[in-house]
């Protein structure tokens, strides 16, 4: 049995399954003044009425960024207030950027307090002539109709007099649009509105404007009123800065570059709290799962974690492991793309491992347990830990059976001693020719040994040291102690990654990250440690919760 594939596939699942139960989360800004400090405000976003329902991803922010700044001055160190004042900057910068306009001159004497940004189609024109034209839709909230519509035109005109396009005004549905039409082709690009007063919306072609128009006269037709993207929002009653929704079969179209389906009722919808030392998301994903409860299984960290070391690069801990899968399993919803994934998952596992995961592992971790990836030390390769109770005939049952099918795979099973401890060994002999005669390398795949009520692997002695070595656990990290305080105390669990030490590690394995981490400059380059909780489903809306730690700050 190769133990590293064992421990890769548990991760694998670990993180899939409490994604799945609440969402992964990964988006913003960074640390109103004081009427923020509560996490932001009650609101929704209100330019959900111009955005499609069928839009694969929305993203809004519910706080002017002025108003952030303010926060971040409150908020941040004395020694970081520049910093974060010059990051806000770049931020607000980031709306303009390539447009020849100024933030402070031209957009924030009008800019109210939201801003949503919607992929709304992966193809707006359904032209297969010229391949797909992705429709994009700014909604800027406005303070000023007035100045706003004086920015536009001013805008607008520079680019005409320059020689580049024409100016050209329509009236559609009794809206005002504004855009440019290239000379040399007479095609539109770049076009904006402002509705009511209230909103001033840009979008990267007319027919996408007019279709954001329409879905407000018609309102079947936009977010505001799908179903799904209301249920999740009911949810989550907290005060926040920022709301994201993604069509989950709709951004699987996107990427894949398929045609939309005609229903979307698989949504995840994220809402982002600020917190002194971070940011707080709550997830809420709507039809995946059936419509069943499931309760929370925790009111308390598992005591598992005694024996995973404070510094460690990603962990997940729970209870019940054999419930859980089982929740998950067969909670998902047969079209959910997750079932794919998962089935995926433990086809793979089962393949190169050799064994049954459900079988051979599922079923006799019923109690607490714990994963977790440790940072290489010296010449020392990264290690993984795996903590179960082993306090039933079942578990050590189980135990028993991964010896054998050990022993099954050509490996060979003993004893080690261990400081005062006694381990036993999965290892691989090989007769290496010698100049005089053959001699035998032994190579330790993997070990295992009992504390007290606790089964603890590790694919490598220097991991079960650590483990076993008295080194500070995650339980007494101040950071991680901070970062649950602000999550459900009742909950399935708890996964947790230290972002300096993952970041490689993702990045390699999965390259068009970053693409997302150029995106999200400012986050990603504050954000220290993700700790991650999921707290069960209710009619089936599934509910987690994320701490996003930015900054520094001791452990």
Not at 92 to 99: P, Q, R, S, V
Not at 370 to 389: I, R, T
Not at 541 to 555: E, W, Y
Request: charged share 20%; glycine share 8%.
């Amino acid at each position: 049995m190769k133990l590293r594939s064992f421990f890769l596939i548990l991760a694998g699942i670990a993180v899939v399954s409490l994604s799945v139960a609440g969402g992964s989360v990964a988006w913003v800004l960074a640390q109103s003044p004081f009427n923020l400090l509560s996490g932001g405000v009650v609101a929704n976003p209100s330019a959900a009425i111009f955005v499609p329902k069928q839009s694969p991803v929305v993203v809004s922010l519910l706080a002017n960024p002025d108003r952030l700044e303010q926060f971040a001055q409150v908020a941040a160190p004395i020694n970081a207030r520049s910093r974060a004042r010059a990051e806000l900057t770049q931020i607000k910068t980031g709306l303009l950027a390539n447009t020849g306009a100024d933030y402070v001159r031209d957009v924030q004497p009008w800019l109210g307090d939201e801003i949503t940004f919607a992929l709304t189609s992966p193809d707006f024109d359904r032209d297969s002539n010229n391949g797909a034209q992705p429709g994009y839709l700014l909604v800027a909230e406005s303070k000023d109709g007035q100045l706003a519509r004086e920015f536009l035109q001013a805008f607008y005109a520079k680019e005409a007099i320059a020689g580049e396009s024409e100016l050209v005004s329509e009236t559609y549905k009794g809206v005002n649009l504004i855009y440019r039409r290239a000379i040399s082709d007479n095609n539109s690009t770049s076009a904006s509105a402002v509705v009511g007063d209230r909103f001033v919306l840009f979008a990267n072609h007319p027919k996408v404007l007019r279709a954001a128009i329409n879905n407000v006269q018609a309102i079947d037709r936009s977010l505001e009123n799908s179903p799904p993207y209301q249920k999740a929002l009911q949810t989550i009653q907290t005060p926040r800065i920022g709301v994201a929704t993604i069509n989950l079969p709709g951004l699987n179209a996107w990427i894949s570059k398929q045609p939309l389906p005609p229903e979307f009722d698989q949504t995840l919808t994220v809402t982002l709290s600020l917190a002194r030392q971070g940011l707080v998301a709550q997830s809420a994903i709507a039809g995946v799962f059936d419509e069943q409860t499931t309760l929370p299984a925790l009111s308390a960290p598992v005591q598992a974690l005694n024996y995973i070391p404070t510094n460690n690069t990603l962990t997940a801990a729970g209870a019940d492991l054999q419930q859980f899968w089982e929740q998950l399993s067969t909670g998902l919803a047969p079209s959910s793309p997750f079932t794919q994934i998962l089935n995926r998952l433990v086809a793979r596992g089962n393949a190169n491992l050799g064994l049954d995961l459900e079988g051979d592992i599922f079923n006799w971790v019923r109690g607490e347990y714990a994963l977790s990836l440790l940072p290489g030390v010296a010449e020392n390769p990264p290690s993984w830990l795996f903590v179960a109770q082993n306090n039933t005939p079942e578990a050590t049952a189980g135990i028993e059976r991964l010896d054998r099918l050990a022993k099954e795979q050509d490996l060979s099973l003993g004893n080690l001693a261990l400081g005062d401890k006694k381990v036993t060994a999965w290892t691989e002999l090989k007769t290496i020719p010698g100049e005089v005669s053959p001699r035998l390398e032994a190579k330790v795949k993997g070990v295992h040994t009992t504390v007290g009520n606790y089964e603890i692997f590790s694919s490598s002695l220097a991991g079960m040291e650590r483990a076993l070595g008295g080194e500070n656990a995650i339980l007494e990290s101040k950071a991680f102690k901070r970062a649950i305080a602000l999550l459900p105390k009742t909950n399935n669990g708890y996964f947790s990654l230290d972002w300096d030490l993952a970041q490689p590690l993702i990045e390699e394995k999965a390259p068009l990250f970053r693409a997302i981490e150029f995106a999200g400059r400012p986050l990603f380059n504050n954000l220290r440690a993700i700790v991650l909780s999921s707290s069960g489903r209710e009619k089936g809306i599934s509910r987690a919760s994320a701490f996003l730690q930015l900054g520094t700050g001791d452990s």
